[in-house]
Nanobody
Framework: VQLQASGGGLVQAGDSLRLSCVAS????????????MAWFRQAPGGARFFVSA???????EYVDSVKDRFTISRDNARSSVSLQMNGLKPEDSGIYYC??????????????????WGQGTLVTVSS
């Protein structure tokens, strides 16, 4: 399974971006609709931190810093997950990675509990 993220860019504080991630490969047989999908952010030289996740039951989870500004959604028919980011702040800058987890009992916020990762898309928010 490959995850392809897109949608990053350079924006000003207060602007919006929509990130998308499409899964390809054996998604039909591997059950994309059964996976938890997530977005993580990594600043240059830093660790990868949880931003948001969505379960197969469409239950979203967000880190406190993005609540009320970001919205995660998924389209199982297209094997895709999106992250709508509004009211962007400079501290939202970083490389955004989408990830897939097959074990729904694992932690949504633990980077080590995800099985597949996309290549990342860069978001830069200027002040």
């Amino acid at each position: 399974v490959q995850l392809q993220a897109s949608g990053g860019g350079l924006v000003q504080a207060g602007d919006s971006l929509r990130l998308s991630c499409v899964a390809s490969g054996r998604t039909r047989f591997s059950g994309f609709s059964d996976w938890r999908m997530a977005w993580f952010r990594q600043a240059p030289g830093g660790a990868r931190f949880f931003v948001s996740a969505i379960t197969p039951a469409l239950e979203p989870e967000y880190v406190d810093s993005v609540k009320d500004r970001f919205t995660i959604s998924r389209d199982n028919a297209r094997s895709s997950v999106s992250l709508q980011m509004n009211g962007l702040k400079p501290e939202d800058s970083g490389i955004y990675y989408c990830a897939a987890a097959r074990d729904l009992q694992s932690s949504a916020r633990n980077v080590y509990d995800y099985d597949d990762w996309g290549q990342g898309t860069l978001v830069t928010v200027s002040s």
